[in-house]
Structure formats: structure tokens, C-alpha cells
């Protein structure tokens, strides 16, 4: 279930959390700095792999803190390429894993890149556009392609 959403108008901007967005096919979330470019569309993480960095970090490690757009508890983000995952009416897919910033040393903690690597999450393009909202569904979509 998605539990967080936040957009960014800009680079360096901070993240604002919202609880709706509209989401484009081929473009990604309106309002977003990254929509309309070619594949970084929209950003998962998963709360859980959140909770496991915070652990071995010894701090918090809020989803607002990673730059991510969409953050979903209760299920395992997929990070291999090509795997769809439907989340509410929108349909995603996965083109890579999302590579945590050296600036979250500064921001979270020291060590915090390291403890997120495999935990960051995904990046994905966007199939099939629609609303997206705080408290819809996910899942990995295994309709025929």
C-alpha cells in the first residue's frame, strides 16, 4: 500500500508531500522535477527496507530523507529491469535500481548511503498513467505484456 508520496519541483528543492498526484504516461508525476524526461519517471521505495537501514544505522531514516516520490509498506520493491508493478491505476515499470546520494551521508547520518544500497529502492518508467494516491494498492503486475 502506498503510504507516502512526495514531489519536487526543482533540483535541490525539497520534497513536498502530497497526498495525490497525477501521473503521465511516458512522463511521470506532474509537478515533478523529473517529469518528462526519458526514463526516470517516478521513484519506489519500500518502508520496510527503511526500517532495516534506520536499524543499522542506529538513527531514523524518514522516506522524506531519501528523495523518493513513492514510498509503499508491505511489500518488497522489485529492482530487475523490465518487472511491472501496478500501483493503484498506474502501471510502472522497472528500469534500474535506485543508487542512494552521497549526500545522504550529510543529511541522515555517516554510513547512510551504504546501509541504503540494495534498500534504495527502484527507478521506473511510466506504462500507463492515472491518479495515484496515499493508500492504493501495489503489486507486481503479471498480466500478459
Known sequence: ????????????????PVDEVVVETGRGIVGDRYHGTRHRHVTLQSAERLAE?????????LPEGTRRNVTVAGFDVPTAPGTRI???D???EVVRVAAPCRILDDEIAPGAA??????AGSVCRVL??????????????VSDR
Open 90 to 92: 498506474v502501471l510502472l
Open 53 to 61: 537501514a534506520a536499524a543499522e544505522l542506529g538513527v531514523p531514516v
Open 86 to 88: 501496478r500501483v493503484g
Open 128 to 141: 500507463a498513467g492515472g491518479d495515484l494516491r496515499v493508500g492504493d494498492p501495489v503489486a507486481v503486475d
Open 114 to 119: 551504504a546501509a541504503l544500497r540494495r534498500r
Open 1 to 16: 500500500m502506498v503510504v507516502a508520496l512526495r514531489v519536487a519541483p526543482g533540483r535541490r528543492l525539497p520534497m513536498k
